[in-house]
């Protein structure tokens, strides 16, 4: 309880790095983060401003940055590589509404589906990541894209609404 407490205070600061004490803090967050989240790595960088749910559910590796704003509802796993750079204002979610022919969507229940991400992906500023989506290594993600529940090619660059590859690296 004191670590959620704690933590939900210094989400609410400012990190600057060039600064001691800004460093300190940030060292303090990730410390605590490793007690509430599933897995947490000590050099990863947590901004300000995070809305997360289900913290046990979050897996984030080494020297991964979640940018402000972020938003993480993670009712299934959410796994976040290495060297992974969230711009701000991210939704990443892993429930999703069952819609049956003619039953009510309200009376046809959720499915919980994990979101993996890659290691070195790069994610742009107001990106939606559902249910089920997979961005392998090297992806970088354009802003403003709706990434669904499909698998996604190596070393790509994807975006739009649905998210589709728009250039393939060789």
């Known amino acids: 309880m004191f670590a959620k407490f704690t933590f939900s205070i210094l989400n609410r600061l400012p990190m600057p790095n060039r600064l001691a004490p800004g460093r300190f803090l ?17 050099n990863s960088n947590l901004r300000p401003n995070l809305k997360l749910r289900h913290t046990k559910n979050i897996h984030i590796g080494k020297r991964s940055s979640i940018g402000d704003a972020a938003r993480i509802i993670a009712t299934a796993p959410v796994y976040i590589g290495d060297d992974v ?21 309200l009376d046809s229940g959720t499915e919980r589906k994990p979101v993996h991400i890659g290691n070195d992906v790069w994610i742009g500023t107001r990106v939606i990541i559902l249910a089920g989506a997979e961005i392998p290594d090297g992806c970088v993600v354009a802003a403003g894209a709706v990434v669904p529940a499909k698998k996604y090619p190596p070393y790509s660059v994807i975006g739009g609404v649905p998210a589709k590859v728009i250039k393939q690296e060789r």
């Not at 983060?33 to 000590?42: E, P």
């Open 26 to 42: 940030r060292h303090w967050k990730n410390q605590l983060a490793k007690t509430l989240f599933g897995s947490c790595a000590a």
């Open 85 to 105: 750079l969230m711009a701000p204002e991210v939704v990443i979610l892993t429930d999703n509404h069952c819609v049956n022919g003619k039953t009510k969507i």
